[in-house]
């Protein structure tokens, strides 16, 4: 239950005066703790694996505190994201790899990111500026007092942080759908008479849906072993760069009493609890980008054509300073286009821009400065009805969906991303071309849409009743639903959220209807609904253990469908074929009949699984044909839970083939394995691990083939300047096996499980790459060995957990001024 406002304010005092007796002999008096003039006062509270506890007497003196205790975990990383939506990495650290800083700074000052902060800020509500204020000035107060406890203290850019700086890098990361994987297609963007035109990167296009991924879990009162709600969070986040996690508590009686994790340098808490409603997100499977094809004037390559009409360009050249080797600065200038679709693009492999055909880029969430307004209103919702009411009056959502559950067992989900609003006609347009045109089928494998940009009935559909931007899809319009037994998601669109009420009718730009799922959403699914492949027991409602049970279970999908059949395939001495070699399978197959079908890290045939399941490309695994007999059914408009379970069953198809395909896939898995230096017997703890601090940890879980919740892989999404976790070289880019096996840096991140009871919410949970990026902290590796031994850490929410806690440190802090 909530503590009286009274006993909280009790709870500042005495710890307060703990705080002196802590103190290395000092003889402070209370007079001397309570200097004049001060802005705000919080009490921050560390407890074991470096989670900062806040309390403060109102929610500007909370951020503050925050602020300070993110500097103190990863003061570097904001650093850094200053440098880059101030567009000066190049300026501090050089041209970069290719010119990368020299592109990032360039395409940040043509996204206007910090110059649309600078206009923004002023108009955000008080109690937005004043959280913004706060947190810069707890940062700043740490960096002038205690940054040469930092790894990154003698670097020159590590500085005090303007309210405009932090608001633009939340403006950065609301655009992150182009701003960070478009910078190559933007940057390379140039008339064809310019004289600058190259060509462009391969992979920047494919890295536009090389999206972080998650699971996330509601549930409602009807499946909960107490009546009340709960939530599983499992956001798959980089282990390394800005996209990391990191956990707090904010407490304000009266106010707000709110606990999760955000993003490295946000105020507030992104997916989280407070004593009413709890929440998590995954990134929506919807569209944010809209790829239009430009008509150019053939007379002017920088003038275009709409509605037969000529409309010239938009052009600005920006200029920025670049560190030479020498030391010195030199300027450097660019010139971008834009029409009033958005900025000019170059498309690899697709399209240069021509003396006939360009293309512009058009992000939902451009100029989205809505995100802290969207997460403070969550943050201090008192039921479920208010913290809905949110979702509707702010529209702040970047990227995700949302899945929550409040204290009286409601489950909801929405997904509330800036959506295009398109015409009927504009999409029945794409619909069809996605069949026929060769630019749109191109894109469309990258999950990206094209629209023809020369007739206005392709532009946005401005509706006034869109709360953020009139070109969206209004907040009632977007798929949504309210359980009592579960809602989910992991990743795929909106129609699964629950088997047996499939949402439909929708605007495809949300993410398709009726199709196939992935086999971690059908995992996940599988566990949810009742029933011999569920995880919530006999009674079919779950409770706090089987929560935790669940989400580490580390079944996969594929091999509840397809082991046993595959095994039957492989015994009596088979072999199979792979670049020639006839292999024999009899060890593999001896290990694939005892496996466990988990990827725990004791599991032995876990790595066999994983490179046979490699060896299929990725439609394989989504109908039938070579992998499965069975083809997908999408059940009825009522009940889909058909489509968890299809397709099914293990291929007889050799059709055209001079040997068996399920047996080549194996033979595959035995040469790859062997080449790599893997035994086929090998335990995944042998094979699958991360570095942290130098230490070698094994990490359980798997890959996106195998369809386990726990997903564990290699991706380098981040633009911060360290190098990404080394590996030798990679011998199946599919499994993201090496010459090193399997090294992990990205996935689980913060993963809880928690429940509302009749007193306090109960949560367990990981940061899986500890609280802290400094090597030499110890809480860099600590929570890493935890969830390697899946030792589930209580979270700490009362003010009696909190005290009671043996590794309790205190810092009293008092901050001046707020940052200008």
């Known amino acids: ?169 939340y403006t950065e990361l609301a655009m992150l759908a182009s701003s960070r994987q478009a910078h190559t297609m933007i940057y390379d963007a140039q008339p064809p008479t310019s004289g600058l035109q190259r060509e462009p990167s391969s992979g920047s296009i494919a890295d536009l849906r090389n999206r972080p991924g998650s699971n996330g879990w509601g ?45 490295m340098g946000v105020a507030g808490v992104l997916i989280g609890f407070n004593e009413s409603v709890a929440w998590t997100h995954t990134v929506s499977d919807g569209q944010r980008l809209v790829v239009y094809q430009i008509e150019l004037d053939p007379s002017d390559p920088t003038s275009y054509i709409v509605d037969g009409q000529s409309r010239k360009m938009e052009s600005n050249t920006y200029e920025i300073q670049v560190m030479g080797d ?70 702040g959502i970047p990227w995700v969906n949302t899945m929550s559950t409040s204290r009286d067992g409601r489950a909801w989900y929405i997904d509330a991303t800036p959506t295009p609003n398109l015409s009927q006609a504009a999409i029945d347009h794409w ?31 401005e509706d006034a009743t869109a709360a953020r931007a009139p070109g969206l899809i209004p907040v009632a319009k977007v798929p949504q639903i309210e359980r009592s037994d579960f809602v989910f998601n992991s990743n795929d669109s909106h129609w699964l959220t629950n088997p047996l009420a499939p949402l439909t009718g929708f605007s495809p730009l949300h993410g398709f209807e009726q199709t196939p799922r992935s086999p971690r959403s059908r995992m996940n699914a599988a566990m949810l609904l009742p029933g011999e492949t569920g995880a919530s027991g006999a009674d079919g409602k779950f409770d706090i253990d089987e929560l935790k049970a669940a989400i580490l279970s580390n079944r996969g999908m594929m091999a509840e469908l397809l082991r046993d059949a595959v095994v039957e395939r492989c015994q009596g001495g088979a072999t199979g074929v792979f670049e020639g070699e006839t292999v024999d399978l009899s060890q593999a197959c001896d290990v694939l009949t005892t496996w466990d079908t988990r990827l725990d890290l004791d599991s032995v045939g876990a790595v066999v699984w994983r490179e046979f399941l490699g060896d299929f490309d990725p439609a394989a695994l989504s109908d039938a044909g070579v992998l499965f007999a069975e083809p997908f059914d999408a059940g009825s408009a009522d009940d889909a839970t058909s489509a968890v379970f299809t397709p099914r069953g293990l291929s007889t198809s050799t059709e055209g083939a001079e040997s068996d395909r399920v047996l080549d896939a194996l033979a595959g898995a035995v040469v790859r394995l062997r080449n790599a230096g893997v035994a086929i017997d090998a335990p995944l703890r042998d094979a699958q691990y991360t570095f942290r ?49 399997y090294v992990v840096n990205y996935g689980t991140s913060f993963i809880m499980a928690m429940q509302f009871t009749d007193e306090s919410p109960e949560a367990y949970a990981f940061i899986t ?40 440190e205190v810092e009293i802090l008092f901050g001046f001024e707020s940052a200008e």
């Open 326 to 395: 020498d030391g010195e600065l030199t300027s450097r200038s660019r010139t971008f286009w834009r029409t009033h679709h958005g900025l000019m693009a170059a498309l690899p492999s697709i399209g240069q821009w021509t003396n006939q055909d360009a293309f512009a880029i058009r992000d939902a969430n451009d100029n989205n400065q809505a995100l802290l307004s969207q997460f403070i209103g969550m943050n201090k919702a008192t039921s479920m009805d208010e913290f809905q009411r949110v979702h509707e009056e702010v529209q």
């Open 693 to 741: 601090g130098g230490e070698r940890v094994p990490i359980h879980g798997g890959g996106r083939a195998e369809g386990v919740a726990n997903l564990i892989i290699y991706n380098n999404l981040k633009t911060t300047v360290p190098e990404p976790l080394p590996r030798g070289e990679v011998l199946n880019g599919g499994t993201d096996l090496t010459t090193d096996g």
């Open 769 to 808: 790459y500890g609280q802290s990026d400094d090597p030499g902290s110890p809480y860099h590796v600590d929570q890493t060995r935890r969830f390697s031994d899946k030792d589930w850490r209580r979270l700490l929410y009362t003010e009696e957990d909190i005290e009671q806690d043996p590794n309790l």
């Open 219 to 263: 549930i409602g009162a009807d499946r909960s072993s107490n009546g009340h709600g709960m939530l599983v969070a499992n956001p798959h986040f980089p282990w390394e760069g800005e996209l990391k996690l990191y956990e707090s508590h904010m407490r304000v009686p009266g106010e707000l009493d709110v606990y999760g994790a955000s993003l």
């Open 431 to 461: 619909l069809t071309a996605r069949e026929e045109d060769f630019f749109t089928i191109a894109l469309d494998g990258f999950g990206l849409v094209l629209l023809p940009g020369n007739d206005s009935m392709f532009d946005w559909v």
């Open 1 to 169: 239950m909530s503590q009286p406002a009274s006993s909280s304010v009790r709870a500042l005092s005495m710890l307060t005066l703990l705080a002196v007796g802590l103190g290395s002999g000092s003889c402070l008096n209370p007079v001397q703790l309570e200097p004049d003039g001060y802005k705000y006062r919080a009490v921050v509270r560390w407890t074991t694996n470096g989670i900062p506890h806040i309390l403060a007497d109102d929610i500007p003196s909370a951020s503050y505190g925050q602020g300070y205790a993110f500097a103190r975990l990863n003061g570097c990383i904001l650093a850094d994201q200053i440098l880059k939506v101030r567009s000066e990495r190049a300026m501090m650290l050089g041209p970069g790899v290719d010119d990368e800083h020299i592109r990032s700074d360039m395409v940040h000052l043509a996204l206007r990111i910090y110059e649309k902060a600078e206009e923004g800020l002023p108009d955000q509500p008080q109690e937005i500026r004043d959280v913004v204020d706060a947190y810069a000035a707890g940062y700043n107060d740490f960096i002038s007092t205690r940054g040469a406890e930092l790894p990154c203290a003698e670097e020159p850019w590590l500085r005090p942080v303007s309210s405009v700086d932090l608001f633009a890098h």
